[in-house]
């Protein structure tokens, strides 16, 4: 979507346009969902977060300058929306009035099983993907924001950065420890070898 | 187990700053194609020689990649018909052709 329909469909918004509102939704819910999902780890609580963001959204339109599109927007107010309620959930885990980053942590690498020449089943069957769902949760969700906007959701470095108000480098580097906590921990679960489970050879 | 575990990639000695391998800003740069033309050809040098280092870029990118193919997740239909209720516009929901 470029910048020039956006600005067409921001005008009708910020006139009170029902149709542009239910425009807004169709476009960008889906986007939407997607990241509180993977931020949130469950659909509940997804959920809420995609409505909060609307409402935010409705709310703010007026407020729209349009220095970045509107799908960066409203990622920027999702994922705000998802770290408030990951903070009211978790209250220790989640500090989003210190941006002091204490989420680093150790990211040397440790694990140099090379899992790359396994077998295309073994690195795409269920279980493997649970595990990746797993270790993305594990991630701190200031990792985390960045990781699915870059990696999973494709956005540019550039973007991220706008819909997360980081600096283009601060982006680099958290991503960077992301991508390293995610390798170190699929490296250690495809090291343990493919573990069959019993349940297959029924079929 | 190939792994080699609790092994320090940065133990051999190179010409690079302090003498360990690169650091790992300049991997996930690199894995990007965004490391300068320069630093790529030291690292991709220092990788010929290094196997950790290249372990490391083989399997970041293999996870990206990973990743990249996860199926994306479907919004329940449901789901869109709250929000559209919340958002009191019920009566812009697009139904869908034949369900309810
Ligand atoms: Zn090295």
Redo the contacts with the bound molecule.
């Keep these: 979507m470029s910048n020039l329909d956006d600005q067409a469909l921001v005008e009708r918004l910020q006139a009170g346009d029902q149709f542009a509102y239910a425009e807004l939704v169709e476009q960008h819910a889906g986007q939407v969902y997607r990241l509180a999902l993977r931020m949130m780890g469950n659909e509940a609580d997804a959920e809420d977060v995609l409505q909060e963001t609307f409402l935010s959204a409705f709310k703010a339109i007026d407020r729209f300058e349009g220095r970045s599109s509107l799908s960066t927007w409203l990622y920027r107010i999702a994922n705000n929306a998802a770290l408030m309620r990951l903070r009211r959930n978790e209250p220790d885990q989640v500090s989003i009035d210190e941006p002091v980053e204490r989420d680093d942590g150790d990211v040397m690498p440790r694990q140099f099983f090379d899992f790359c020449c396994l077998p295309e089943d073994d690195l795409m069957r269920d279980e493997a993907r649970a595990e990746m769902q797993r270790a993305v949760d594990e991630l701190t969700p200031t990792l985390r924001s960045v990781f699915i906007m870059r990696d999973i959701e494709g956005l540019s470095t550039q973007e991220t950065a706008e819909a997360l108000d980081l600096s283009v480098s601060a982006v680099k580097s958290r991503l960077m420890r992301a991508r390293l906590k995610l390798r170190e921990q699929l490296s250690a679960y495809f090291a343990q070898g493919p573990v069959i489970p019993e349940a297959r050879a029924s079929s | 187990m190939s792994s080699t575990d609790n092994v320090e ?2 133990e ?1 000695k ?1 010409d690079h700053k302090s003498g ?3 650091p790992l800003e300049y991997i996930s740069d690199y894995v990007d194609g965004e490391l300068a033309d320069e630093l790529c050809r030291e690292l991709e040098a ?2 010929e ?6 372990v ?1 870029v083989n399997t970041m990118t293999k996870t990206i990649m990973l990743y990249h193919q996860l199926p994306a997740p479907e919004m329940p239909d449901a789901v869109k018909e709250r929000l559209y209720k919340v958002l009191n516009l019920a009566d812009l929901h697009p139904k869908e052709n034949g369900a309810e």
């Design positions: 990639p940065h051999h190179h360990g391998c690169y220092h990788m020689h290094c196997e950790n280092c290249r490391v």
